[in-house]
């Protein structure tokens, strides 16, 4: 084989209550990745679209590629060597898992190249790096959902420790994108380090609520369990009406609403598309009052994840 095209779709990481353990993925957008074998060992980044000149074209910089590069070093490739080209479908630091999208690509389509020596799996400790690169913190919650589909929970970072959890069908996801820009790094970087007793247990309850709730198809349960008494509240500050577009959310139907990611999306899981079109409509008339745009994205939970479009 010499060409592999790869698609990886956005995420919703933290979902509300599970900072940096639980994600999931959505249908569309995604990013693909084209690679193309090449004589000379290393890897080059030949193009890039969507990103309007704003991503590194060095790979030891752009997360698509640096995932490459930790693979090809795991396998003692040293001698391959490849052309990259990265199709971004989705804005930066948009809080829609936009650089795990392209790690995931990158490394699913190289892995692919290669003859598949590795499992989806064991692909995440790399997809993690792109991670790292993005964001200075390697973690997997957007990454673990974006290769894996579904609804996905990361037990323990150390060890790795990660599985999937069965969601009701008729669950929809509305991600409402507004046109603001909020870095995963900063967004880190003004969360406080300690946790009240108090908060740990509220979120250890809405944690086990919500798992509970998506593996009972308990739509009463999933809804009182979309609470986040500890990021939320910090986070928020950044996204402008905050308050008022997940209100809007609710009072349309929507079984919750929070912070996707670091932000500055927001989404809202409802029960049926009905419900999550009308919420999705009033999150973006929400943003539109405060004079923001916004783009909403309405999708089932994507089970499958990342996925090969062409080969040969
Ligand atoms: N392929 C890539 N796609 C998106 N961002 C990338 C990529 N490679 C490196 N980055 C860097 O990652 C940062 C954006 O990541 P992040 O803030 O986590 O956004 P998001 O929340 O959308 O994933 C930017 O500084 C960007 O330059
Ligand atoms: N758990 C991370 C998730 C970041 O998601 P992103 O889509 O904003 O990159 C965090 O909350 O920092």
């Known amino acids: 084989?010499?060409?592999?095209?790869?698609f990886a779709p956005a995420t919703v990481a933290?979902?509300?209550?599970?900072?940096?353990?639980?994600?999931?993925?959505?249908?569309?957008?995604?990013?693909?990745?084209?690679?193309r074998r090449r004589d000379e060992p290393g890897?080059?980044?030949?193009?890039?679209?969507?990103?309007?000149?704003?991503?590194?074209?060095?790979?030891?910089?752009?997360?698509?590629?640096?995932?490459?590069?930790?693979?090809?070093?795991?396998?003692?490739?040293?001698?391959?060597?490849?052309?990259?080209?990265l199709h971004k479908n989705m804005p930066l630091g948009s809080g829609m898992?936009?650089?795990?999208?392209?790690?995931?690509?990158?490394?699913?389509?190289?892995?692919?190249?290669?003859?598949?020596?590795?499992?989806?799996?064991?692909l995440l400790p790399f997809a993690m790096e792109g991670e790292r690169i993005a964001s200075g913190s390697a973690h997997a919650d957007n990454v673990g959902p974006s290769l894996l589909g579904g609804f996905v929970v990361i037990?323990?970072?150390?060890?790795?420790?990660?599985?999937?959890?069965?969601?009701?069908?008729?669950?929809?996801?509305?991600?409402?994108?507004?046109?603001?820009?909020?870095?995963?790094?900063?967004?880190?970087?003004?969360?406080?380090?300690?946790?009240?007793l108090k908060n740990t247990i509220a979120q250890m309850g809405n944690v086990a609520g919500l798992v509970t709730g998506l593996m009972k198809s308990d739509y009463e349960l999933i809804s009182r369990s979309m609470v986040d008494?500890?990021?939320?509240?910090?986070?928020?500050?950044?996204i402008p009406s905050f308050n008022e577009v997940k209100k809007a959310a609710i009072d349309n139907?929507?079984?919750?609403?929070?912070?996707s990611g670091s932000g500055p999306s927001m989404f809202a899981l409802s029960r049926g598309i009905e419900n999550a079109t009308k919420a999705g409509e009033a999150m973006?008339?929400?943003?539109?009052?405060?004079?923001?745009?916004?783009?909403?994205?309405?999708?089932?939970?994507?089970?499958?994840?990342a996925r090969v479009l062409e080969s040969y």
């Open 253 to 259: 139907g929507a079984l919750g609403c929070s912070i």
């Open 14 to 35: 933290n979902v509300a209550c599970g900072f940096d353990i639980f994600g999931f993925a959505i249908q569309e957008p995604g990013d693909t990745v084209e690679i």
């Open 43 to 85: 890897i080059v980044i030949a193009d890039i679209t969507g990103d309007e000149g704003r991503l590194p074209r060095s790979a030891e910089k752009n997360a698509v590629t640096v995932v490459m590069l930790h693979l090809l070093k795991h396998l003692g490739r040293t001698d391959f060597g490849c052309e990259v080209v």
């Open 155 to 196: 037990r323990s970072y150390t060890p790795l420790d990660i599985f999937s959890v069965p969601v009701p069908e008729d669950l929809y996801c509305t991600l409402v994108h507004p046109d603001i820009e909020i870095n995963t790094k900063d967004a880190r970087y003004i969360l406080r380090n300690e946790v009240s």
């Open 229 to 238: 008494v500890i990021i939320e509240p910090v986070r928020s500050i950044l």
């Open 1 to 6: 084989m010499n060409y592999i095209k790869a």
């Open 284 to 305: 973006v008339r929400t943003f539109a009052e405060v004079g923001i745009d916004a783009t909403m994205h309405l999708s089932g939970i994507n089970d499958g994840g």
């Open 97 to 122: 898992g936009s650089s795990a999208a392209s790690a995931v690509a990158g490394v699913v389509a190289l892995n692919e190249l290669l003859g598949s020596p590795l499992s989806r799996k064991d």
